[in-house]
Nanobody
């Protein structure tokens, strides 16, 4: 029953915006670094943004200035605000809790983002 659930994906035009959300389902203590990954068909999965429990962020060069990752410690959710979307942003986006030495990783099921006219 323990899982991460993504929402907010969909079809948008180039230049448009989407906000993805990731919420835990089941008993999950969300204090690890959280991240968003994406995978396009036939391509390797890549990390696009991450955020530590203290709020430090990291972004892939391809999304800097356009995407913003944030987390709500009270609600135990992590979001990805995506602005000025481009066709190359089309992919399945996955939420992930990064592992530590004592706490395992968890992956969400993925949500499709399609940027097209």
């Amino acid at each position: 029953q323990v899982q991460l659930v993504e929402s907010g994906g969909g079809l948008v035009q180039p230049g448009g915006s989407l906000r993805l959300s990731c919420a835990p389902s089941g008993i999950v203590v969300v204090i690890n670094t959280m991240a968003w990954y994406r995978q396009a068909p036939g391509k390797q999965r890549e990390m696009v943004a991450s955020i530590t429990y203290s709020g430090s962020t990291n972004y892939a060069d391809s999304v800097k200035g356009r995407f913003t990752i944030s987390r709500d410690k009270t609600e135990n959710t992590v979001s990805l605000q995506m602005n000025n979307l481009k066709a190359e942003d089309t992919a399945v986006y996955y939420c992930k809790r990064e592992p530590t030495g004592t706490r395992p990783e968890y992956w969400g099921q993925g949500t499709q983002v399609t940027v097209s006219s």
